[in-house]
């Protein structure tokens, strides 16, 4: 097999507490059985941009960072990345902001990585770009003289055409992309309606194969959904920390029906929805209110972007106000905890839930209820309850899948969930099992890197 080199805007080494991002939590996975090379920003803020690179090796894993100037950071990262397409493409065109200036970052960042891997990939390396950081990368090595089959994999959802045109640079953006030889998508979803886009605004052709042909060159395009370290997750959760946790948690229930939520504290995750379904349950159900409660973990990200320091002070004021609504002197309804658990805790807290709330607007896949469903008990498992727009829901159809906008359908869900009788929340998980055992991040990893190593890129003059 050909040697890999990974590039993504952070790397990140596996393991430790925190909110580590689903794509480090994937690709250190990925990694852990390849042999290559992990490339991207450190996280790090310099004065003036000097293209050193920092080698390390991390378990096995041998990276390279480089450092950012802050003008690089605002543009880029906290804008152009964070401020324009991650709203764009979760569909909140009403929080994406258009500045120039961050376009310019955006590219400029771009070409910085380009030119500070360039040296660093070798002839047959199979290269392997990751996330909407890093759209443009493709163009700009090969403007390099990069010769390499190179893949793009998107992580987050890919817009309908009519929302994505809204970005002044949409052709130039997706034009860019041709540049890889294959581009990976979460969903069937996805992948449609970059389809949509490529033959509506480029006249490019797609065979039934899969293959796009635009300006002499072809591209594979596949959906390939994005899975766990399945057998790892396991283990965790039946590890000696998980267990703790899971005893302290029972206790700390006293008897209580616990339901969880876990996700970075992001707008698309739908937290604000979720809480008002919540709050529907209680006042419909009131035999239920002492009954049961919401464990909400949101460990905060992206600080830095008002829409993020928005949505912390409106889940701060409705969390508040739910409380102080039903609580009573013995029981709280929901105990929501701005900050992250290690990975082991985690698990132990999703095994002790009897259901898990996965309700984001949009999500390119959702890893959190993956793991849900491999952290529980076989023998008395919980029920996940996931929205029908996360990527997930393409293939965890026997989850309880509910429209995330409707506070009655999470109402009637989180219902529905607490009466499930055992044989059919056991029915149900083993069928989301067998899938999250076979889809596994292995699974994900091996179709993408076959597809890249399987393709020839052919030079264009
Ligand atoms: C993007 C896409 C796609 C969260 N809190 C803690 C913690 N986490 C971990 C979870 C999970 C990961 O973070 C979150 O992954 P998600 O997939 O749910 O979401 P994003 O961060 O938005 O990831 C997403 C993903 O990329 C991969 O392609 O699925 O759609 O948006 O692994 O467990 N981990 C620990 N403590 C926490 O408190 N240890």
Not at 105 to 113: D, H, S
Not at 149 to 164: A, C, D, N
Not at 374 to 386: M, N, R
Not at 392 to 410: G, K, M, R
Request: one cysteine or more.
């Amino acid at each position: 097999m050909s040697r890999l080199v990974i590039i993504s805007n952070r790397v990140s080494a596996p393991s430790g507490g925190g909110a580590q991002g689903g794509l480090a939590v994937a690709l250190s996975a990925a990694l852990r059985e390849s042999n290559g090379i992990w490339f991207g920003w450190s996280g790090e803020e310099i004065e003036t941009f000097t293209g050193n690179i920092n080698f390390q090796r991390n378990q096995g894993v041998a990276t390279a960072t480089i450092d950012l100037e802050a003008q690089d950071i605002d543009e880029y990262y906290n804008g152009f990345a964070n401020r324009t397409l991650w709203p764009l493409f979760h569909y909140r065109i009403d929080l994406a902001e258009y500045e120039r200036g961050f376009a310019g970052g955006y590219e400029r960042v771009n070409a910085r990585f380009a030119e500070t891997v360039v040296p660093l990939i070798e002839e047959e390396d199979l290269v392997w770009v990751n996330d909407y950081h890093l759209i443009p990368l493709g163009r700009e090595l090969r403007a390099r003289g990069c010769e390499n089959r190179i893949g793009f994999f998107l992580h987050i959802p890919w817009p309908p055409t009519r929302l994505l045109m809204s970005l002044p640079s949409h052709r130039e953006l997706v034009e860019s992309l041709f540049a890889y030889d294959v581009i990976g998508f979460q969903t069937e979803d996805s992948l449609d309606a970059f389809r949509g886009y490529a033959r509506s605004q480029f006249d490019a052709e797609i065979d039934e194969a899969g293959v796009m042909t635009y300006d002499g060159h072809s591209v594979r395009l596949i959906a390939d959904p994005i899975g766990i370290d399945t057998a790892d997750f396991r283990g965790s959760a039946t590890s000696e920390t998980a267990r703790e946790r899971f005893s302290r948690m029972r206790e700390s229930a006293d008897g209580r029906t616990m339901m969880i939520g876990v996700d970075r504290l992001d707008y698309s995750k739908g937290l604000q929805e979720r809480f008002l379904g919540y709050e529907r349950f209680l006042s419909a159900n009131p035999e239920q209110q002492g009954k049961v409660f919401l464990l909400q973990i949101a460990p905060p990200s992206r600080g830095e972007v008002q829409s993020y320091q928005e949505i912390r002070a409106t889940l701060d004021s409705l969390s508040g106000r739910i409380n102080g609504e039903f609580s009573n002197v013995e029981w709280v309804p929901i105990r929501y905890v701005n900050k992250g658990y290690p990975r082991e805790q985690l698990a132990g807290m999703y095994r002790a839930a009897r259901v898990a709330l996965v309700t984001p607007l949009r999500d390119g896949m959702n890893l959190v209820a993956k793991e849900y469903v491999a952290a529980q008990d076989e023998s008395d498992p919980g029920v996940l309850i996931l929205s029908r727009f996360a990527g997930a829901a393409e293939q965890l159809t026997d989850a309880i899948l509910v429209n995330p906008h409707s506070p009655e359908e999470v109402s009637d869900a989180i219902a529905t969930a607490l009466a499930m009788p055992l044989a059919e929340r056991v029915a149900r998980w083993r069928a989301m099992m067998d899938n999250i055992e076979q889809q596994d991040v292995f699974w994900w990893r091996r179709r993408f890197t076959d597809m890249l190593e399987a393709t020839s890129h052919e030079a264009t003059a």
